[in-house]
């Protein structure tokens, strides 16, 4: 019997703010934001191509050129500016939540959403990607543990909190907009 494609319906979005995806790099910010996105009928951005647009280079050179501490304060600005804007669908860097200036514009600008990947699947899709800068190391897996322990505490202040580990898309997307829909309706009350 041939396999089924799973379907996603669309669904009027029911937040009246951005949705605000959060997370370690690899967990899958930016496939999910774009499925999202469709289901919801909403623009998709992805904040690190907003910063190389910004920056006229890919975010390796960058961060490699201007430190990660440089690097952090252009992202907050593009992050306000974004969080500003039109309500859409937005996948931050894994590193942008860590900012207290932007974590606050997220609490009155947008709705944020944890997407707490078991940290195999992340490993499992960071592996061989040389476009992390953070992973360009001997033993980029100890540098995803080790930044997951750090990042961990702010990431657990978003407003949903998704875990997941081997789910398909699919499930994971129908848990999301179901997740959503609750928030939603635990904010009318």
């Given at each position: 019997m041939p396999e089924q494609k799973e379907t996603i319906l669309h669904f009027?979005?029911?937040?009246?703010?951005?949705l605000f995806l959060v997370g370690m790099m690899g967990c899958g910010k930016s496939s999910i934001g774009r499925r999202l996105a469709r289901i919801y009928s909403l623009p998709f951005i992805d904040a690190d191509q907003e910063i190389e647009k910004a920056g006229g280079a890919d975010?390796?050179?960058l961060f490699k050129r201007y430190g990660e501490e440089d690097f952090?304060?252009?992202?907050?600005?593009i992050m306000a500016r974004l969080l500003n804007g039109k309500k859409c669908i937005l996948a931050s860097g894994g590193g942008?939540?860590?900012s207290e200036a932007t974590r606050k514009t997220v609490k009155e600008k947008a709705v944020s959403v944890f997407l707490d990947a078991h940290i195999d699947a992340i490993i499992r899709n960071t592996a061989g990607r040389t476009h992390r800068p953070l992973l360009n190391v001997d033993n980029p897996q100890a540098v995803i543990r080790e930044l997951l322990e750090k990042r961990r505490p702010f990431y657990e202040q978003a407003d949903i909190s998704i875990k997941y580990k081997e789910e398909t898309m699919g499930q994971l997307l129908r848990l999301l907009v179901?997740?959503?829909n609750d928030f939603a309706q635990r904010r009318k009350k």
């Open positions: 009027p979005y029911p937040l009246n703010r951005t975010i390796c050179y952090r304060r252009v992202e907050e600005r942008a939540f860590l179901r997740e959503i």
